[in-house]
C-alpha cells in the first residue's frame, strides 16, 4: 500500500507564491507518472500538472502554463507543484496522485491519492 502526504499549502496574496510537495511512502513511485489535481467549491476535480516517471516530461493546463511548475525528486519519492504569480482562481484543495502507467491528465488513471492541502489565494 502506498500512502501520499501533501504538505506546504497556505494562504497567501495574490501575484504571491507557494511550493506544495507531495512525499510517498509504502513502496517506491519512481517507474511511474504522478500528478497534481484541484477542486473548487462547487466544482469538480480538474488537473493540474503532470510528470512522466524520470521527469523528462511534464504536462500543464492551460491555466497553469508559465506559472507552475511541477517537478519530482525520485530519491526522495516526493512530487513539487511550484506556483508562482498566483491568483484567487487558483483557490483550491490541491490533491496529489500517483501511479499511472503514463503521464495523463485523466483521474482514473491514477491508482493512488493524497488527502489534499488547502490553497487560498487571497485578492
Known amino acids: 500500500q502506498v500512502q501520499l502526504v501533501e504538505s506546504g499549502g497556505g494562504l497567501v496574496q495574490a501575484g504571491g507564491s507557494l511550493r506544495v510537495s507531495c512525499a510517498a511512502s509504502g513502496r517506491t513511485l519512481r517507474s511511474y507518472a504522478m500528478g497534481w489535481f484541484r477542486q473548487a467549491p462547487g466544482k469538480e476535480r480538474e488537473f493540474v500538472a503532470g510528470i512522466s516517471w524520470n521527469g523528462g516530461r511534464t504536462h500543464y493546463t492551460n491555466s497553469v502554463k508559465g506559472r507552475f511548475t511541477i517537478s519530482r525528486d525520485n530519491a526522495k519519492n516526493t512530487v513539487y507543484l511550484q506556483m508562482n504569480s498566483l491568483k484567487p482562481e487558483d483557490t483550491a484543495v490541491y490533491y496529489c496522485?500517483?501511479?499511472?502507467?503514463?503521464?495523463?491528465?485523466?483521474?482514473?488513471?491514477?491508482?493512488?491519492w493524497g488527502q489534499g492541502t488547502q490553497v487560498t489565494v487571497s485578492s
Open positions: 496522485a500517483a501511479d499511472a502507467e503514463r503521464l495523463t491528465t485523466r483521474a482514473n488513471e491514477y491508482t493512488y
